[in-house]
């Protein structure tokens, strides 16, 4: 899927409920201890907390020892006291036209419907699957990138 705009997104989405995505995401099999890396973008915010560790113990089991996860996705690094500030900054910086990106409404809607966790309670899911992280960068407290070594 491609960050074109939120149409194309929209569409994408559509696409990927249709074809049954969020149940290959947990369904796909790999030999196990053969791939060297495993890139994912924007994909495990859609599935809850439990579902998550699933999906990242069966990437542990694809990968071989050092072989690398590349995570990126919608990830909240504040305390839950702290939602209203950040969340208010995030949608204050959305984009006003649709074409442009993610709208207010958009932003919302996500923050309703979708399944983005804490910091706090991804890291240890990371650990507890084998992986150790090497390096993590956020962006606006609410976008986090992971780099991780299987051990």
Same mark, same amino acid.
């Given at each position: 899927?491609?960050?074109?705009?939120?149409?194309?997104?929209?569409? +994408?989405?559509?696409?990927? *409920?249709?074809?049954?995505?969020?149940?290959?995401?947990?369904?796909?099999?790999?030999? *196990?201890?053969?791939?060297?890396?495993?890139?994912?973008?924007?994909?495990?915010? @859609?599935?809850?907390?439990?579902?998550?560790?699933?999906?990242? +113990?069966?990437?542990?089991?694809?990968?071989?020892?050092?072989?690398?996860?590349?995570?990126?996705?919608?990830? &909240?690094?504040?305390?839950?006291?702290? $939602?209203?500030?950040?969340?208010?900054?995030?949608?204050?910086?959305?984009?006003?036209?649709? $074409?442009?990106?993610?709208?207010?409404?958009? &932003?919302?809607?996500?923050?309703?419907?979708? &399944?983005?966790?804490?910091?706090?309670?991804?890291?240890?899911?990371?650990?507890?699957?084998?992986?150790?992280?090497?390096?993590? @960068?956020? @962006?606006?407290?609410? &976008?986090? $990138?992971?780099?991780?070594?299987?051990?």
């Amino acid at each position: 899927m491609t960050h074109d705009t939120p149409t194309k997104i929209h569409r +994408d989405e559509d696409h990927i *409920e249709r074809s049954g995505f969020r149940n290959r995401l947990l369904s796909y099999e790999h030999p *196990e201890g053969r791939v060297d890396g495993v890139f994912t973008r924007h994909a495990l915010h @859609q599935l809850p907390d439990f579902w998550k560790t699933v999906a990242l +113990d069966r990437i542990a089991r694809m990968l071989r020892p050092g072989g690398v996860l590349r995570l990126c996705d919608l990830i &909240y690094d504040f305390r839950p006291s702290e $939602a209203a500030e950040v969340f208010g900054q995030w949608l204050d910086a959305a984009a006003t036209d649709p $074409a442009s990106g993610y709208t207010k409404d958009d &932003y919302i809607d996500h923050i309703r419907t979708e &399944y983005s966790t804490y910091r706090w309670l991804l890291e240890p899911m990371l650990d507890v699957t084998g992986f150790e992280i090497v390096d993590v @960068q956020f @962006q606006r407290r609410v &976008y986090g $990138a992971y780099t991780c070594i299987k051990r």
